[in-house]
Each structure stands twice: as structure tokens, then as C-alpha cells.
């Protein structure tokens, strides 16, 4: 099928709209809530608080504040509409309105990211670069919860358009939105400074060559000139520095001071590096599916193979530029903080749905074989349909849900069940955290009328949670077991097991305890 066929007049729309559904789907996953379930979610308690200081005078919390705004503007019109309405109702509707804004710009990303593989290698390749983008399954995750991290992609994947763009035509406008989308990332979500780092490396012998000229003539050429004031302004209006610089230092200071030092999962040492960057390719593979992620490294290959062997140099040169980001991320994030999760590569996940787009698109294009080698792009996207969508049957058959429900049956009292752990990953019922169990010794699972204690097995964290999660298991406290409830079905095809994943505390392993 060419590039003028039914792919490239349907593929897009059906793209979007598979993807608005796999996004969508379970949107209400943990709600009616006044926290959710969805961990660092930025709640609507959490925005009026901005507001209420009009994000200034030291407002800062542990993300940028960006994001912040845009929960605001969406949500201010629904706080003044329902006045008077009851508390918790208006609450809900604030939450669902942050993780609609999710989905919105989630469809962005998809579609953004179909617009630069277009630049790079046609139409073909670029439905399937947006395809792999939609169904990367930490994505679809947060692309309806109201979390920082769906909406930061959203910002890297316009700044790769323009990134793309600029290196083409090196138009004025490109250098500017280029580095607007970029600093609008890193004040969104931090981390994604690192992507941006050795980018100048790639621009200005690009922007040299295009100018015929030296370097003194390139570096102080009108276009670097509009960048990097582009970039002060950007910067100085997101971050809200004229109002706002004493929780700007704050927030600097809280990623930089103990927050880091805990997060940090390797020494920094030779082996402590090559042990992070082995670990952020597992997390890779998981954030994208092992589909994508396989075809992304058949798509790099035959990246360097057309450089070897084949004419057009211009695609290989813009995908070796999109490898220029990965590794600038690899270098100055990564390693620095030398701790990985499949939310932290989510940008290189964009990445790899380029090259996966590329090789999909040489795949499905006419020649020999073709009959196979479409059966092959097929089986492998069928895959990771399955892997998205086995999120959404996660959230959507959550065991919290089960355990409510037959809690319900049996406990109609509020205080009859207590849920023993975090709020955030418990049930929709009263909380007892591990600290009072062992300073009281077990007595407040005792407490009169308290009749349930629910565990989530998946969020034993320490040495001491476990030794008394065994006591109460062993009778200790007056408890038997009396269930255990864990969604399961032959559909769910994630495999989270040994794994250090967003998905973990999705459809945890509960246990229900009887006096």
C-alpha cells in the first residue's frame, strides 16, 4: 500500500481512536476518592493551595510548576460552576478534570509523534510510530491519571517535531519552538532536562553547514540568538522567578538535598553505572512492550545499515539525531541519578517508537514477501495491543474493588473493616499505618467493633512491615485469614514479576483478616 493509500487516510484517525480508548478506559480507576490510588497524582487540594498563593511568595513542591498551572485553568471553571455543591462531589469532578487533561494530551503525544516520523520517513512509518507511542503500556497508565509524567511526553514529543524540523530548514520559528516546548518539559517535569543537554552538539555544526561559515558567525547567528533568549524567558515565566524565586530554590534545593541521595540505587562506580544503564534497558523494554522494544533495536539496525549500504541520508541523519537525545539522557540523567523505573524512560520510549515506525513502515512496504512480513508487524502489534490493554483490565478489575465489595456484604459499619498500610493503597476504607500497630502492639486492630484488618501484600515495604504482616498472619493479634483477593485472567499478558514497576501497586494481592 503506498503512502497516498487507505493507510495514510485512515490510519491516523484509527490510531487516535484507539488510542482515546485504551487512554480513556478506567479513567475512573479509585474514584470517588479524596486521594485516588495513583501515586504522586497532583490533587485538587494540592492546586488550590498554589492558587490560594497564586503560586508564589516560596510555593514549591517536589515537581515544577507548570503542570500546576494547567490543572488550574481547567479546573477553576468547575470549582466557580458547582459553588455550593457538596465537597467531595466537586471533588471528584476536580480529579476527573485533571485526568481528562491527561488523556487530551496524551492523544497529542500520539499524534505528535506521527507528525515526526512524517518529517523523517513518510506517512507509512509514521501511523506506526504513533501506533507504538499509544500502545506503550506505563503511557496508557498515565494517560488517565493526573500524575506530571503523561504530560511532560506531551511537550518532549513537540520538541522533537521542531528538533526534526529545525535541522531540516533551520527556520527561526522552529529554533524558538524547539526550545520553548523543551524548557516547557523540564517545568513540567524535571527529569526531562537530560534530553536536551548535548542537543547543541547536533544543532550547530547542522545550523554551520546550512550557513556556509564559521563558528564565531554560527554562534552568534539571529537563530541561536532567539533560542537562548527564548530559553531565559521561558524559563524565568514557568518557573514564575520574579515572584516565586525563594520556592524555586526550594524545589531545587529538595531535588538536589536527601531526595536524591534516597533515591540512588547504585555506587557511582564503574560497575554501580553499567549496572543502572542494565536496569534502565529492562525498564525500557517494559514501558514500550517487548514488541516495540524489539522492533526499535531491528529499527536502529537498519538505521546504521542504510548508512553503510544505502542513499538517503537525510532520514538516517535525523533518526542518528534522535539517538543523540537518548544518549544525552542516558549521560546526564540517568547516570547522574543513577536509579531507574519505567516512568523515568518514558522520553526514550518516544524515541523508540520512531524507530519502530521505521522499521513497521519498511516491513508493510511493497516487495518481496510482503504477505509474510506484514503477518510478522501484525502478530508483534497484536502483542502490544494486548500488553496496553492489559492496564486498563488492571485498573478497571482492581482487587480493592473486590475487597470493597465483599467487605460490603459484611461489614456495613465504617469502622467494623480497617485497611493496615497506606491510605493510597488501600481500599476506600479506614487506614491504620504499620507505625501504630507496632507502637500499640496489635491493639488497634483490637479495638472494639473493629471486626476486618485488609493487607496489601504488594506494598510491604521494610524489614519490620513484614515481621508484623507474619504476626497477624500467625494469629497474634486475634485474626484468621478469611480472604484473598487478586484479579487475575489469561488476557493479562504483563508480566511484572522481579520487577520494579508503575503497574506494581495496580491490582495488588490483598488479604482480608477476621477477628
Not at 424 to 442: A, D
Request: hydrophobic share 45%; aromatic share 12%; with cysteine.
Amino acid at each position: 500500500m503506498s503512502d497516498g493509500g487507505r493507510l495514510s487516510r485512515l490510519g491516523l484517525p484509527l490510531v487516535l481512536l484507539l488510542a482515546l480508548g485504551l487512554f480513556a478506559w478506567g479513567i475512573d480507576w479509585g474514584l470517588p476518592s479524596w486521594r485516588g490510588w495513583a501515586g504522586d497524582e497532583l490533587l485538587p487540594q494540592s492546586v488550590s493551595q498554589g492558587l490560594a498563593k497564586r503560586f508564589s511568595g516560596g510555593w514549591h513542591t517536589k515537581y515544577p510548576p507548570f503542570h500546576y498551572y494547567l490543572l488550574a485553568l481547567v479546573q477553576t471553571p468547575i470549582r466557580r460552576l458547582l459553588q455550593g455543591t457538596d465537597r467531595f462531589e466537586v471533588h471528584e469532578h476536580l480529579m476527573l478534570a485533571g485526568r481528562w487533561l491527561s488523556v487530551t494530551l496524551a492523544l497529542g503525544t500520539v499524534w505528535l509523534i506521527y507528525r515526526t516520523g512524517r518529517e523523517i520517513y513518510g506517512r507509512r512509518g509514521a501511523v506506526f510510530a504513533g501506533l507504538a507511542a499509544a500502545l506503550m503500556p506505563t503511557l496508557v497508565y498515565f494517560a488517565k491519571t493526573a500524575n506530571v509524567d503523561g504530560p511532560f511526553l506531551f511537550w518532549i514529543a513537540a520538541s522533537l517535531l521542531f528538533y526534526v524540523r529545525l535541522l531540516d530548514r533551520h527556520r527561526l520559528r522552529d529554533y524558538v519552538l524547539f526550545t520553548a516546548c523543551a524548557f516547557v518539559a523540564v517545568a513540567t517535569k524535571d527529569q526531562a532536562y537530560g534530553l536536551y543537554v548535548l542537543s547543541p552538539l547536533v544543532i550547530l555544526p547542522s545550523l554551520r553547514r546550512h550557513l556556509g561559515a564559521g563558528w564565531v558567525k554560527t554562534l552568534l547567528d539571529r537563530r541561536v540568538l532567539a533560542a537562548v533568549a527564548t530559553a531565559v524567558v521561558v524559563f524565568v515565566l514557568s518557573f514564575n522567578i520574579p515572584w516565586n524565586s525563594r520556592g524555586f530554590s526550594r524545589h531545587v534545593g529538595l531535588l538536589t538535598g536527601s531526595q536524591s541521595e534516597e533515591a540512588q540505587a547504585y555506587p557511582n562506580s564503574p560497575s554501580g553505572h553499567l549496572q543502572n544503564m542494565a536496569q534502565a534497558l529492562r525498564d525500557l523494554e517494559f514501558c514500550v512492550g517487548a514488541p516495540v522494544f524489539a522492533a526499535a533495536l531491528l529499527g536502529i539496525g537498519w538505521t546504521f545499515f542504510q548508512a553503510l549500504f544505502q542513499e538517503n541520508r537525510r532520514e538516517r541523519s535525523r533518526l542518528g539525531a534522535l539517538l543523540v537525545l537518548g544518549l544525552s539522557y542516558c549521560l546526564t540523567f540517568l547516570s547522574v541519578v543513577l536509579f531507574s523505573r519505567d516512568r523515568y524512560v518514558l522520553p526514550l520510549g518516544l524515541i523508540l517508537a520512531l524507530f519502530a515506525g521505521h522499521l513497521f513502515g519498511a516491513l508493510t512496504a511493497p516487495g518481496a514477501w510482503r504477505s509474510l512480513r506484514i503477518g510478522a508487524a501484525t502478530a508483534a502489534l497484536a502483542y502490544s495491543f494486548l500488553l496496553a490493554l492489559s492496564v486498563d483490565l488492571r485498573m478497571v478489575n482492581d482487587s480493592r474493588y473486590d475487597a470493597e465489595r465483599w467487605l460490603r456484604d459484611r461489614a456495613p459499619l465504617p469502622r467494623q473493616a480497617v485497611a493496615v498500610g497506606r491510605a493510597k493503597h488501600s481500599p476506600r476504607i479506614s487506614v491504620v499505618e504499620w507505625r501504630q500497630v507496632w507502637r500499640t502492639e496489635g491493639r488497634v486492630l483490637q479495638r472494639p467493633g473493629t471486626r476486618f484488618v485488609v493487607v496489601n501484600l504488594s506494598d510491604l515495604r521494610s524489614p519490620e512491615e513484614r515481621r508484623l504482616y507474619e504476626r497477624l498472619r500467625a494469629g497474634e493479634f486475634g485474626h484468621r485469614l478469611a480472604e484473598s483477593s487478586r484479579w487475575r485472567s489469561p488476557w493479562d499478558r504483563l508480566d511484572t514479576r522481579g520487577r520494579f514497576t508503575t503497574l506494581d501497586l495496580v491490582n495488588p494481592r490483598l488479604e482480608v483478616y477476621e477477628r
